[in-house]
């Protein structure tokens, strides 16, 4: 895999949460980016589908690039061995890789939902799993980055009741089975998108580590 992209509403807040929240790197940024075969690469798919419905490629969340209307910027941010790509689309007056994005954030961001994709990073094995959520949630909301709530493996029905909630609540610990030595939290980037947190130990990870090393083998028969 070379990188994972996500659209953003806000570029310099999701840069900040993932170079000085998570501590990723930037690798590089470019943008101002429009004109036809910018426009066609990204969105034929979307423009025939609009030609389609006999609507305005606008209602569908579709740019003009190819006129110049808008553009698009991105950034890259690695994490050891994956690379995030950020991107946003603004209005051409609007200043490169800043305020809102041109088009509206989606309102219900469900992971249960078809195309719905979540970015996962690994912890540690030494980093104690319930401080670690503990630790971002309060550097998050510190920042402003009101999204960031980790979700509680027991039922709250407020945001008060997930804020009183044990810490023991953060994570759900997996102790049997193929996933045993699995921890799992999930919660919403700052611009609304699906992320997860996991440390792997005990017999989860050797399969992985055993499955790693397999494939090496066969790559290097190959």
């Known amino acids: 895999m070379q990188h994972f992209g996500v659209t953003v509403q806000n570029m310099d807040r999701a840069f ?12 590089m940024r470019d943008g ?12 034929a798919d979307q423009e025939i589908v609009a030609r389609e ?14 006129g110049g209307a808008q553009r ?16 946003q689309y603004r209005d051409a007056a609007q200043p490169t890789g800043s305020g809102d994005s ?4 989606r309102d219900h961001m469900s992971p249960a939902y078809p195309r719905s994709m979540h970015i996962c990073f690994y912890v540690r094995d030494d980093v104690n799993f319930d401080t670690f959520i503990a630790d971002l949630e309060a550097e998050c ?9 980790a979700n509680r493996t027991v039922a709250v029905h407020s945001e008060q009741e997930r804020r009183a909630a044990p810490r023991e609540t953060n994570t759900i610990k997996i102790h049997e089975g193929p996933s045993n030595g699995w921890s799992i939290v999930y919660c919403k980037g700052p611009e609304g998108e699906q992320l997860e947190f996991v440390q792997v130990l005990g017999p989860v990870k050797k399969t992985f580590a055993d499955a790693a090393e397999a494939r090496r083998a066969a790559t290097n028969r190959g």
């Open 102 to 105: 041109w088009a509206e954030p």
């Open 32 to 43: 101002d980016f429009k004109g036809a075969p910018v426009h066609y690469t990204l969105m």
């Open 72 to 87: 698009l910027d991105v950034r890259f941010v690695q994490f050891e061995n994956v690379v995030i790509e950020l991107l």
């Open 53 to 66: 419905r006999r609507v305005d490629p606008r209602t569908i969340g579709v740019p003009d690039l190819k």
């Open 16 to 27: 900040a949460f993932y170079t000085e929240v998570l501590g990723g790197t930037e690798v």
């Open 141 to 149: 909301a510190r920042r402003g980055m009101t999204q960031v709530r």
